[in-house]
């Protein structure tokens, strides 16, 4: 989701978004973010995107909480070294052009390829447990949505075909399909992109087996947000 432009999305839609997802974020951090977002907004419309491997109990890594103290105190924000590094980044970027954060992977697409599939899935799932917490944490947006009358929408991002084969190696298609059956037995509507269809076999339009490339993510904006979204083929309300 982060890699979902919001001009594009509010362009879409016809009303302004914001994109809160962060790249490599877990499910807790989706959960923290919702509860921040609360407190300084009025929402209205919310679309959650969740894929398998984060709806898992491990890994447990969240950094909201500190983000949410930095920014509650100015000396912290001040002090901390996480954001003299970040400033220094950009500071180095703005007046040299020397990025020593980019996201390009050091290696051939292929071999990043074989990597993800490789050491960065099994990461997810050779340790994979029933995420009984993240579910009740998102049944309690669900309610409080419900409450405050805003309109919420899961979304289950594409990935490629190779990525969902995995699934099986891992013995884990019991769990990936009561994964989709939590996300619809929250009964808001769901737009699910992670099945078998030829763009989740085209190897040219993702830049690795959890990203679509910019082709991709621009015909999911228009399955979830355009003028026809409700007769989109992946969309589901319960």
């Given at each position: 989701?982060?890699?979902l432009?919001?001009?594009?999305?509010?362009?879409?839609?016809?009303?302004?978004?914001?994109?809160?997802?962060?790249?490599g974020?877990?499910?807790?951090?989706?959960?923290?973010?919702?509860?921040?977002?609360?407190?300084?907004?009025?929402l209205?419309?919310?679309?959650?995107?969740?894929?398998?491997n984060?709806?898992?109990?491990?890994?447990?890594?969240?950094?909201?909480?500190?983000?949410?103290?930095?920014?509650?105190?100015?000396?912290?924000?001040?002090?901390?070294p996480?954001?003299?590094?970040?400033s220094?980044?950009?500071?180095?970027?703005?007046?040299?052009?020397?990025?020593?954060?980019?996201?390009?992977?050091p290696?051939?697409?292929?071999?990043?390829?074989?990597?993800?599939?490789?050491?960065?899935?099994?990461?997810?799932?050779?340790?994979?447990q029933?995420?009984?917490?993240?579910?009740e944490?998102?049944?309690?947006?669900?309610?409080?949505?419900?409450?405050?009358?805003?309109?919420?929408?899961?979304?289950?991002?594409?990935?490629?075909?190779?990525l969902?084969?995995?699934?099986?190696?891992?013995?884990?298609?019991?769990?990936?399909?009561?994964?989709?059956?939590?996300i619809?037995?929250?009964?808001?509507?769901?737009?699910d992109?992670?099945?078998?269809?030829?763009?989740?076999h085209?190897?040219?339009?993702?830049?690795?087996?959890?990203?679509?490339?910019?082709?991709?993510?621009?015909?999911?904006?228009?399955?979830?947000?355009?003028?026809?979204?409700?007769e989109?083929p992946?969309?589901?309300?319960n």
């Amino acid at each position: 989701m982060d890699g979902l432009r919001e001009e594009e999305v509010t362009a879409a839609a016809g009303e302004r978004y914001f994109n809160f997802a962060y790249g490599g974020g877990t499910a807790y951090e989706i959960l923290d973010t919702f509860w921040y977002a609360t407190k300084y907004q009025a929402l209205k419309n919310v679309y959650i995107g969740i894929n398998f491997n984060l709806y898992n109990a491990n890994p447990r890594r969240n950094l909201v909480p500190e983000a949410k103290r930095m920014l509650d105190s100015l000396p912290r924000y001040y002090l901390s070294p996480f954001v003299t590094r970040i400033s220094f980044d950009n500071i180095l970027y703005r007046f040299t052009g020397t990025n020593l954060r980019a996201e390009k992977p050091p290696m051939n697409k292929e071999a990043f390829w074989k990597e993800q599939l490789g050491a960065s899935t099994e990461y997810f799932y050779r340790t994979y447990q029933y995420p009984q917490e993240i579910h009740e944490g998102l049944q309690k947006i669900v309610d409080y949505c419900k409450v405050h009358k805003i309109h919420l929408v899961f979304v289950i991002p594409p990935t490629h075909i190779d990525l969902q084969n995995r699934v099986d190696d891992f013995h884990l298609r019991e769990a990936y399909d009561r994964y989709k059956a939590d996300i619809r037995a929250f009964g808001c509507p769901v737009f699910d992109f992670d099945v078998d269809v030829p763009m989740n076999h085209s190897y040219e339009h993702y830049k690795d087996p959890y990203h679509a490339d910019e082709m991709i993510r621009a015909w999911e904006i228009q399955e979830v947000w355009g003028l026809n979204h409700e007769e989109s083929p992946f969309h589901a309300y319960n």
